[in-house]
């Protein structure tokens, strides 16, 4: 069966410390692998995305994320974390040709302390 | 102004009621969709279209229903709600599939729904 997990619910951390929030998913095609960031009040907006090639992938705001196939796994990464990243962050799978199956997990929330 | 729109943002109705959310769009895109959150559960899809003519069932479609007025246009309803559709409700919105569609869904700000 499709799914995706984010093994963390809530992640507090310090304005400045990094920051890395995992997602295991699994999914019976190729998967393309998606995070989003969802601010209080707010729609959910793209952070990145993997499709192929480089296994690691740069997005906005200044997060990146590694696809690991052999742990099944896209975990997301900031190597140091602002006030305004604080949010819920949700991953998703999907397929091409297929979007209409997108799978998302139950989302991250990340507290930033001062 | 918001590419996705969604109205109204929020909403308090009493169990059985018919509700209508309603979504427009200005990205041009063929495909929309809407999807329900609840905490700790992530989204979950209700209905997809990916033209006025084309719509189709997610996973939790029963008790909803959906309109395609027109390309810019999905509505959702609930023609008797009760109180576990109480949840927060996004509109989102895609690219065809082929050559450069990014898979990127585009959300509006959301439509909470309270059923008491």
């Known amino acids: 069966a499709q799914s995706v997990t984010q093994p963390d619910i809530h992640i507090t951390v310090s304005e400045g410390a990094s920051l890395e929030l995992r997602c295991n998913y699994s999914y019976g095609a190729t998967p393309y692998l998606f995070w989003y960031v969802q601010s209080p009040g707010q729609g959910l907006q793209l952070l990145l995305k993997?499709?192929?090639?480089?296994?690691l992938v740069q997005g906005i705001k200044g997060f990146e994320a590694e696809f690991k196939r052999s742990q099944s796994s896209f975990n997301l990464r900031k190597p140091s974390v602002h006030w305004s990243d604080a949010a819920e962050y949700f991953c998703a799978v999907g397929a091409l040709g297929n979007f209409n199956k997108f799978y998302f997990g139950s989302g991250t929330k990340l507290n930033v302390k001062p | 102004d918001a590419d996705v729109t969604q109205t109204p943002r929020n909403r308090i109705t009493k169990t059985g009621k018919r509700i209508m959310l309603e979504c427009s769009q200005t990205k041009g895109h063929d495909r929309m969709y809407w999807y329900r959150q609840d905490p700790g559960l992530g989204l979950q899809l209700i209905y997809y279209?990916?033209?006025?003519?084309?719509?189709n069932k997610g996973e939790i479609s029963d008790g909803y229903s959906v309109s395609r007025q027109a390309q810019a246009k999905f509505s959702l309803s609930l023609e008797s709600a009760i109180p576990n559709q109480t949840a927060l409700y996004f509109c989102?919105?895609?690219?065809?599939?082929?050559?450069?569609?990014?898979?990127?869904?585009?959300f509006g700000e959301g439509s909470r729904l309270t059923v008491l």
């Open positions: 279209s990916f033209d006025v003519k084309d719509i």
């Open positions: 989102a919105t895609s690219e065809n599939d082929g050559g450069g569609n990014t898979g990127e869904l585009f």
């Open positions: 993997y499709f192929s090639g480089d296994t």
